[in-house]
């Protein structure tokens, strides 16, 4: 699959990334060899990443070569605030 990845208006924004403390931090991320690249100088090893999973994703601004948006993905199973919560109703 010829998948390229792009942004518009230079940094990729939407990522955030975490630690083993699972505590997730704004990432600064950009695009190498079509791969995206992201770290936050406070998170020194690594283990999780999250794409447009933030309260406000209407800033992120990762697209594939036709111009569609990148969609929203995590690469953890940390718990969140509502994964015990079953929609009723």
């Avoid at 699959?1 to 208006?9: P, S």
């Amino acid at each position: 699959m010829d998948y390229i990845l792009q942004t518009k208006n230079g940094q990729v924004k939407g990522f955030e990334i975490a630690g083993t403390d699972q505590v997730f931090h704004q990432a600064y991320a950009y695009i190498e060899n079509n791969s995206v690249l992201v770290f936050n100088d406070e998170v020194k090893n690594p283990i999780a990443v999250r794409y447009r999973w933030i309260g406000d994703a209407s800033q992120s601004n990762l697209y594939n070569k036709e111009g569609f948006h990148t969609a929203p993905f995590r690469t953890d199973d940390c718990k969140t605030i509502t994964k015990e919560v079953k929609y009723k109703l």
